[in-house]
Protein backbone atom coordinates (compact mmCIF):
# COMPACT_ATOMS: atom_id res chain seq x y z
CA UNK A 1 0.00 0.00 0.00
CA UNK A 2 0.87 3.26 -0.98
CA UNK A 3 1.31 5.89 1.72
CA UNK A 4 0.43 9.40 0.54
CA UNK A 5 1.44 12.08 3.13
CA UNK A 6 -0.66 15.27 2.72
CA UNK A 7 1.34 17.17 5.24
CA UNK A 8 2.28 19.91 2.62
CA UNK A 9 -0.59 19.98 1.32
CA UNK A 10 -2.65 21.42 4.30
CA UNK A 11 0.50 23.54 5.27
CA UNK A 12 -0.01 25.04 2.05
CA UNK A 13 -3.73 25.60 2.42
CA UNK A 14 -2.74 26.81 5.99
CA UNK A 15 -0.61 29.26 4.75
CA UNK A 16 -2.78 30.85 2.20
CA UNK A 17 -5.74 30.84 4.25
CA UNK A 18 -3.53 32.80 6.58
CA UNK A 19 -1.96 35.14 4.18
CA UNK A 20 -5.97 35.38 3.48
CA UNK A 21 -7.03 36.47 6.42
CA UNK A 22 -3.73 39.01 7.01
CA UNK A 23 -5.11 40.43 3.84
CA UNK A 24 -8.84 40.90 5.21
CA UNK A 25 -7.69 42.38 8.22
CA UNK A 26 -5.39 44.51 6.55
CA UNK A 27 -7.78 45.32 4.23
CA UNK A 28 -10.48 45.28 7.29
CA UNK A 29 -8.61 48.05 9.40
CA UNK A 30 -7.25 50.16 6.22
CA UNK A 31 -11.50 50.21 5.76
CA UNK A 32 -11.85 50.94 9.08
CA UNK A 33 -9.07 53.61 8.87
CA UNK A 34 -10.57 55.15 5.91
CA UNK A 35 -13.95 55.30 7.45
CA UNK A 36 -12.92 57.09 10.44
CA UNK A 37 -11.01 59.69 8.69
CA UNK A 38 -14.12 60.49 5.91
CA UNK A 39 -16.16 60.93 9.20
CA UNK A 40 -14.09 63.14 10.92
CA UNK A 41 -13.71 64.75 8.14
CA UNK A 42 -17.28 65.14 7.68
CA UNK A 43 -17.90 66.12 11.00
CA UNK A 44 -15.14 68.81 11.08
CA UNK A 45 -16.68 70.39 7.71
CA UNK A 46 -19.86 70.37 9.38
CA UNK A 47 -18.52 72.12 12.14
CA UNK A 48 -16.44 74.72 10.52
CA UNK A 49 -19.83 75.63 8.50
CA UNK A 50 -21.53 75.56 11.97
CA UNK A 51 -19.16 78.12 13.05
CA UNK A 52 -19.16 80.18 9.69
CA UNK A 53 -23.15 80.52 10.17
CA UNK A 54 -22.62 81.26 13.89
CA UNK A 55 -20.12 83.86 12.66
CA UNK A 56 -22.65 85.07 10.27
CA UNK A 57 -26.07 85.31 13.27
CA UNK A 58 -23.56 86.59 15.60
CA UNK A 59 -22.53 89.47 13.21
CA UNK A 60 -26.55 90.34 12.35
CA UNK A 61 -26.96 90.67 15.66
CA UNK A 62 -24.37 92.57 16.54
CA UNK A 63 -25.74 95.00 13.30
CA UNK A 64 -28.99 94.51 14.90
CA UNK A 65 -28.41 95.66 18.62
CA UNK A 66 -26.79 98.42 17.18
CA UNK A 67 -29.68 99.47 15.08
CA UNK A 68 -32.19 98.81 18.30
CA UNK A 69 -29.90 100.95 20.43
CA UNK A 70 -30.40 103.88 17.76
CA UNK A 71 -34.18 103.36 17.72
CA UNK A 72 -33.96 103.49 21.63
CA UNK A 73 -32.17 106.83 21.19
CA UNK A 74 -34.45 108.21 18.77
CA UNK A 75 -37.75 107.20 20.86
CA UNK A 76 -35.79 109.19 23.48
CA UNK A 77 -35.28 112.01 21.41
CA UNK A 78 -38.68 112.00 19.74
CA UNK A 79 -40.36 111.86 23.63
CA UNK A 80 -38.24 114.39 24.76
CA UNK A 81 -39.33 116.45 21.48
CA UNK A 82 -43.17 115.95 21.95
CA UNK A 83 -42.46 117.01 25.72
CA UNK A 84 -41.34 120.09 24.82
CA UNK A 85 -44.22 120.61 22.00
CA UNK A 86 -46.83 119.65 24.68
CA UNK A 87 -45.35 122.43 27.20
CA UNK A 88 -44.85 125.36 24.38
CA UNK A 89 -48.61 124.37 23.23
CA UNK A 90 -49.72 124.25 27.11
CA UNK A 91 -48.18 127.60 27.49
CA UNK A 92 -49.47 129.16 24.38
CA UNK A 93 -53.03 127.70 25.57
CA UNK A 94 -52.72 129.02 28.88
CA UNK A 95 -51.54 132.89 27.64
CA UNK A 96 -55.40 134.21 28.18
CA UNK A 97 -55.51 132.38 31.48
CA UNK A 98 -52.50 134.32 33.00
CA UNK A 99 -53.35 137.82 31.27
CA UNK A 100 -56.65 137.25 33.32
CA UNK A 101 -55.23 135.77 36.21
CA UNK A 102 -52.80 138.79 36.63
CA UNK A 103 -55.72 141.37 35.64
CA UNK A 104 -57.70 139.93 38.43
CA UNK A 105 -55.24 140.16 40.99
CA UNK A 106 -54.44 143.64 40.27
CA UNK A 107 -57.84 144.44 40.34
CA UNK A 108 -57.92 143.04 43.99
CA UNK A 109 -54.74 144.82 45.59
CA UNK A 110 -56.02 147.28 47.43
CA UNK A 111 -54.02 150.67 47.90
CA UNK A 112 -51.17 150.00 50.27
CA UNK A 113 -50.41 146.96 49.87
CA UNK A 114 -46.91 145.41 47.83
CA UNK A 115 -46.41 142.10 46.49
CA UNK A 116 -42.55 141.12 46.80
CA UNK A 117 -43.74 137.51 45.38
CA UNK A 118 -46.08 135.37 43.23
CA UNK A 119 -45.92 131.68 42.65
CA UNK A 120 -48.01 129.05 41.51
CA UNK A 121 -47.76 125.45 42.14
CA UNK A 122 -50.78 123.04 40.91
CA UNK A 123 -53.55 125.73 40.90
CA UNK A 124 -52.51 127.13 43.91
CA UNK A 125 -50.88 130.92 44.19
CA UNK A 126 -48.73 131.90 46.84
CA UNK A 127 -48.44 135.35 47.15
CA UNK A 128 -46.33 137.78 49.57
CA UNK A 129 -45.96 140.73 50.27
CA UNK A 130 -46.35 144.24 52.51
CA UNK A 131 -48.70 146.16 53.85
CA UNK A 132 -49.54 149.34 55.71
CA UNK A 133 -51.99 147.94 58.10
CA UNK A 134 -53.86 144.62 58.53
CA UNK A 135 -56.60 145.36 57.49
CA UNK A 136 -54.88 146.09 53.99
CA UNK A 137 -54.20 142.45 53.99
CA UNK A 138 -57.80 141.95 55.04
CA UNK A 139 -59.34 143.81 52.17
CA UNK A 140 -57.13 141.84 49.59
CA UNK A 141 -58.56 138.35 51.29
CA UNK A 142 -62.38 139.74 50.44
CA UNK A 143 -61.79 141.02 47.22
CA UNK A 144 -59.80 137.62 46.41
CA UNK A 145 -62.92 135.66 47.54
CA UNK A 146 -64.82 137.61 45.29
CA UNK A 147 -62.99 137.18 42.01
CA UNK A 148 -64.49 134.45 40.01
CA UNK A 149 -60.83 133.20 39.52
CA UNK A 150 -59.83 132.91 43.29
CA UNK A 151 -61.35 130.65 46.05
CA UNK A 152 -60.51 129.89 49.64
CA UNK A 153 -57.21 132.67 50.09
CA UNK A 154 -55.41 131.62 53.41
CA UNK A 155 -53.24 133.59 55.39
CA UNK A 156 -50.46 131.33 56.41
CA UNK A 157 -48.02 134.15 58.52
CA UNK A 158 -47.72 138.15 59.44
CA UNK A 159 -44.49 139.59 60.51
CA UNK A 160 -44.47 143.23 61.81
CA UNK A 161 -42.31 145.78 59.44
CA UNK A 162 -42.62 148.96 60.79
CA UNK A 163 -40.37 149.85 57.90
CA UNK A 164 -44.11 150.84 56.22
CA UNK A 165 -45.32 152.82 59.31
CA UNK A 166 -46.86 151.92 62.89
CA UNK A 167 -48.91 149.31 61.94
CA UNK A 168 -46.88 147.59 58.48
CA UNK A 169 -46.98 143.79 58.19
CA UNK A 170 -45.05 141.34 56.00
CA UNK A 171 -47.16 138.82 55.04
CA UNK A 172 -47.37 135.27 53.21
CA UNK A 173 -51.53 134.15 51.89
CA UNK A 174 -51.95 131.09 49.53
CA UNK A 175 -55.03 131.32 47.27
CA UNK A 176 -56.68 128.52 45.13
CA UNK A 177 -56.64 129.17 41.36
CA UNK A 178 -60.39 128.69 40.12
CA UNK A 179 -60.46 129.23 36.09
CA UNK A 180 -64.30 129.91 35.37
CA UNK A 181 -65.75 127.42 32.92
CA UNK A 182 -63.23 124.72 34.08
CA UNK A 183 -62.54 122.21 36.06
CA UNK A 184 -58.93 121.54 35.97
CA UNK A 185 -56.93 125.10 36.66
CA UNK A 186 -54.22 125.48 35.01
CA UNK A 187 -51.42 128.71 34.77
CA UNK A 188 -48.46 129.06 35.55
CA UNK A 189 -46.39 132.74 36.85
Known amino acids: MATI ?17 LTICGVSVLAAIL ?26 ITDLDDQVKEIKELKAKRKLML ?35 VESTSGVISLTGTAESSQRVSSLMRALEAS ?7 LTEVNANR ?10 MTVKLEVPGQSDPEGES
Not at 5 to 14: A, D, I, K, M, Y
Not at 163 to 172: C, H, L, R, S
Request: glycine share 6%; no cysteine.
Open 148 to 154: DWFKGPN
Open 35 to 60: VVVAYYSVVDKAVTDQQSRNDFVQRH
Open 83 to 117: DRMKVVQDLQGTRPYIVHLFDELVGAIPDGLFLTQ
Open 5 to 21: NLLPWREEQREEQKKEF
Open 163 to 172: AFGEQGNDFK
